[in-house]
């Protein structure tokens, strides 16, 4: 080897050793990788499992906060969740959500934007072998939560599609179990968000409708190639609001804390339509529909968001969350894990400590 090659190898290792050096140290003082298994924190987090990016400083876990995603110590092991409750705050759950009152002040419910999952969304059409054709007579076929099908059929051409496989088709609080695997829900969800990408109708005389109904009442979005109808029906009586000529794309039926709202998509935002109060709290019989009328060139794809149903706790411990409220002490944090049917957490073992953690999200790295 001559030597300008002998000189430009040692170089080569030199300069490996110094980054392997710096990588080190960095992983000592700053950041560090752990494996984590389960399907607790999905979709957030790979129900399969994986490494995760976490940042171990002290500086940082010091000024952690709500929604953010922390790694501690479980005893058996590190374990991930979601931060939902910090010191002064008393966490209760009722009827299904988390609600928080900061400070002594007033109980509110957690919200999208605090970190908190509160929804879950399944695409219900189009399935990956899903096909639609055009017909003024059509049926639907369904398996589980998915629209497998929309074909000619010599039925009327009127057809109704109920979401979900079960005989009285109520929407569940299905989660994501070990593996990905799909689990069937014990609680009925009222709150529901229904997202119908485009419309296409093969004539004047067509309609595709958006049904969700509960106890007391059923809204339904008609729509036309004319815009969009919105039809209200309350102890039998019908009323009906017409939204002339709007784009029908990004359809929205939304029910969520106390209102009902209908809106399209403008631009990367929901342009709502149409609002009124509507009773949430109603926990049962909570359907979705889809009909088709005259026939349908195509539709979707199709999702339906669906409320992330909270139970109190799954085993009475002392001091632990149950149908009264929990407060969480100075130095303490409530986690929960944002898959609840398949999670551990604060409803189980109470508050967990700031000296328990060992680092904050950064990333999930898969593998």
Same mark, same amino acid.
């Given at each position: 080897?001559?030597?300008?090659?002998?000189?430009?190898?040692?170089?080569?290792?030199? #300069?490996? %050793?110094? !980054?392997?050096?710096?990588? @080190?140290?960095?992983?000592?003082?700053?950041?560090? +990788? &752990?494996? /984590?298994? =389960?399907?607790?924190?999905?979709?957030?987090?790979?129900?399969?499992?994986?490494?995760?990016?976490?940042?171990?400083?002290?500086?940082?876990?010091?000024?952690? #906060?709500? %929604?953010? !995603?922390?790694?501690?110590? @479980?005893?058996?092991?590190?374990?991930?969740?979601? +931060? &939902?409750? /910090?010191? =002064?705050?008393?966490?209760?759950?009722?009827?299904?959500?988390?609600?928080?009152?900061?400070?002594?002040?007033?109980?509110?419910?957690?919200?999208?934007?605090?970190?908190?999952?509160?929804?879950?969304?399944?695409?219900?059409?189009?399935?990956?072998?899903?096909?639609?054709?055009?017909?003024?007579?059509?049926?639907?076929?369904?398996?589980?939560?998915?629209?497998?099908?929309?074909?000619?059929?010599?039925?009327?051409?009127?057809?109704?599609?109920?979401?979900?496989?079960?005989?009285?088709?109520?929407?569940?609080?299905?989660?994501?179990?070990?593996?990905?695997?799909?689990?069937?829900?014990?609680?009925?969800?009222?709150?529901?968000?229904?997202?119908?990408?485009?419309?296409?109708?093969?004539?004047?005389?067509?309609?595709?409708?958006?049904?969700?109904?509960?106890?007391?009442?059923?809204?339904?979005?008609?729509?036309?190639?004319?815009?969009?109808?919105?039809?209200?029906?309350?102890?039998?009586?019908?009323?009906?609001?017409?939204?002339?000529?709007?784009?029908?794309?990004?359809?929205?039926?939304?029910?969520?804390?106390?209102?009902?709202?209908?809106?399209?998509?403008?631009?990367?935002?929901?342009?709502?339509?149409?609002?009124?109060?509507?009773?949430?709290?109603?926990?049962?019989?909570?359907?979705?529909?889809?009909?088709?009328?005259?026939?349908?060139?195509?539709?979707?794809?199709?999702?339906?968001?669906?409320?992330?149903?909270?139970?109190?706790?799954?085993?009475?411990?002392?001091?632990?969350?149950?149908?009264?409220?929990?407060?969480?002490?100075?130095?303490?944090?409530?986690?929960?894990?944002?898959?609840?049917?398949?999670?551990?957490?604060?409803?189980?073992?109470?508050?967990?400590?700031?000296?328990?953690?060992?680092?904050?999200?950064?990333?999930?790295?898969?593998?």
């Amino acid at each position: 080897m001559s030597p300008s090659g002998s000189s430009l190898l040692r170089r080569s290792i030199w #300069t490996c %050793g110094v !980054v392997i050096a710096l990588v @080190a140290v960095a992983r000592w003082k700053f950041v560090d +990788i &752990v494996r /984590v298994r =389960g399907a607790s924190m999905a979709p957030h987090i790979r129900p399969a499992g994986g490494w995760l990016l976490m940042d171990r400083r002290s500086s940082v876990l010091d000024r952690v #906060t709500r %929604g953010d !995603v922390v790694v501690f110590d @479980a005893g058996d092991g590190p374990a991930v969740k979601r +931060i &939902v409750g /910090v010191a =002064g705050d008393t966490v209760s759950i009722r009827a299904g959500d988390v609600w928080i009152a900061r400070n002594g002040g007033r109980s509110e419910r957690v919200e999208r934007s605090e970190g908190v999952r509160v929804s879950q969304r399944t695409r219900v059409f189009p399935a990956a072998d899903a096909r639609l054709a055009p017909s003024e007579r059509s049926e639907v076929v369904v398996a589980g939560d998915m629209i497998r099908e929309v074909r000619p059929s010599a039925s009327p051409a009127s057809v109704d599609l109920v979401f979900g496989a079960s005989n009285d088709a109520r929407i569940k609080d299905n989660g994501v179990g070990e593996g990905g695997v799909s689990i069937g829900g014990e609680h009925d969800v009222s709150d529901v968000r229904v997202l119908v990408r485009d419309v296409l109708l093969p004539s004047v005389d067509s309609a595709f409708s958006i049904i969700h109904s509960l106890p007391s009442d059923s809204v339904a979005v008609e729509v036309r190639r004319s815009g969009l109808t919105v039809v209200r029906t309350e102890s039998g009586d019908v009323r009906r609001v017409n939204f002339p000529g709007v784009p029908l794309r990004g359809i929205t039926l939304d029910t969520y804390d106390g209102f009902v709202r209908v809106g399209i998509e403008d631009g990367a935002e929901i342009r709502w339509l149409w609002t009124e109060p509507r009773d949430t709290s109603q926990l049962g019989a909570s359907r979705i529909g889809f009909r088709v009328q005259g026939g349908l060139d195509s539709a979707g794809p199709i999702f339906v968001d669906r409320d992330v149903h909270y139970v109190p706790t799954r085993q009475q411990v002392s001091g632990v969350l149950n149908e009264t409220a929990v407060f969480v002490p100075e130095g303490y944090f409530f986690l929960l894990g944002d898959q609840p049917g398949a999670s551990r957490d604060s409803r189980d073992y109470g508050c967990v400590a700031r000296s328990k953690f060992v680092g904050k999200l950064i990333s999930f790295l898969g593998w």
